[in-house]
Nanobody, 124 residues
Framework: QVQLVESGGGLVQAGGSLRLSCAAS????????MGWFRQAPGKEREFVAA????????YYRDSVKGRFTISRDNAKNTVYLQMNSLKPEDTAVYYC?????????????????WGQGTQVTVSS
């Protein structure tokens, strides 16, 4: 069992930056691929970024490429999402997720554990 707790959300002006963190419990964090997803009001959840166990293989949705960076620190059981050049359309609740496999995937249904989410609001 893995518990995930997100933090770092908040209100920021367009063009600003935020860094989200997701702290995981348990001793198997290094064996889980990790992902970030988001859900805006009235919209379906969508994939944002994912990182494999090796920390090298990473995936991003097209709209965040070049602006967001996912990383992980296995020693701290934490995955991060650095978000730069934020836009109002990035406003959503952001969730981190863990997958019991080494490879990352953008498919939300392939993740086994989810956090409670953290709100990100970007004002224009």
């Amino acid at each position: 069992q893995v518990q995930l707790v997100e933090s770092g959300g908040g209100l920021v002006q367009a063009g600003g930056s935020l860094r989200l963190s997701c702290a995981a419990s348990g001793r198997s964090f290094s064996s889980y691929a990790m992902g970030w997803f988001r859900q805006a009001p009235g919209k379906e959840r969508e994939f944002v970024a994912a990182v494999a166990v090796n920390g090298v293989s990473k995936y991003y949705r097209d709209s965040v490429k070049g602006r967001f960076t996912i990383s992980r620190d296995n020693a701290k059981n934490t995955v991060y999402l650095q978000m730069n050049s934020l836009k109002p359309e990035d406003t959503a609740v952001y969730y981190c997720a863990a997958r019991r496999y080494s490879a990352a995937t953008p498919q939300g249904h392939e993740y086994d554990y989810w956090g409670q989410g953290t709100q990100v609001t970007v004002s224009s």
